[in-house]
């Protein structure tokens, strides 16, 4: 009996025990199991993250290389000067470098600060201007023509002349008379009083104004040598050439601003655009560029400057 007591107390132990271990692992199986899973998963999400981030940066390194630090501001930057109506895919890292000096102005004013070359100092990277533009041909604070530069030019007949044995490029001279002649017809008296200048001519009037105004004053409205306009037989200066005439009050001017561009003129040096053509307002200076050019910068008021660098140069 006694035994049979003992066997008795065996079984219950063994059944205690068992029943204990399959409780525990039950618990294991819920909770230890179900943590470790959530454990697991989340080490896989951060590991995820670890990944992506380390791509990012691998990403961010390779736009370094190429791009010297771009940010989304930069981006955004780049972006709106794209959208600008005169804007030149070779002047972006200047537009961003002049933009970075001068963040008070527009978009717009940096497109055409810098496609007129106002980054640059007048008279710095000067290079030769490209006569195969024929009339097109640009001559400016940055563009020159060299010394033994003369055009096809034909003398000027005195009733378009002041000045007797006055010489002009020959296609311009033609669109000349047309303009003169049709402006008669209104009674209006237009004529020449300067056209071509040789380079030698330009030297001897340049080098009198720099003893009489020094270089800061001369350069405001007279041209170095090799710089001006005349050297290119395309321009001529209508009626006076003198502030002190204030062409720009007359009838005449008035007339040559509404239709010289019917014959292909332009006014070269317009009124508040000296920071960009760098010469003070000149209301008698006219250059030849063809009817269809002088019509698109007198219907969009701009510069030539402003059309050679958009549509000629780039
Ligand atoms: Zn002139």
Known sequence: MKRKKNNYKIVLIIFIVVTIALFAEIGYLVFYKKDNEKSINNKEVNNQEVTDSNIDNNDNNIDNDIKDEPSNEEDEIINLLKQEEYYIENNLDRYLSYKALNPEKTNKEIITDVNCNIDKDFYTDIENSDLDKGILVIVNKYHALSSNYIPNLTTMENSYTSVAGAKMEVEAYEHFKEMVDAAKLEDIKLFNVSAYRSYATQDTLYTNYVKRDGVDGADRYSARPGHSE?????????????????????????????????????????????????????????????????????????????????????
Do not use: C
């Open 230 to 314: 005349h050297q290119t037989g395309l321009a001529s200066d209508i009626n006076t050439a003198s502030s002190k005439a204030h062409f720009e009050n007359t009838k005449e001017y008035s007339w040559l601003i509404s239709n010289s561009y019917k014959y292909g003129f332009i006014l070269r040096y317009p009124e508040n655009k000296e920071y960009l053509t760098g010469y003070k307002f000149e209301p008698w200076h006219y250059r030849y560029v063809g009817v269809e050019v002088a019509t698109y910068i007198h219907e969009h008021n701009i510069t030539y400057d402003e059309y050679y660098a958009y549509f000629i140069e780039k």
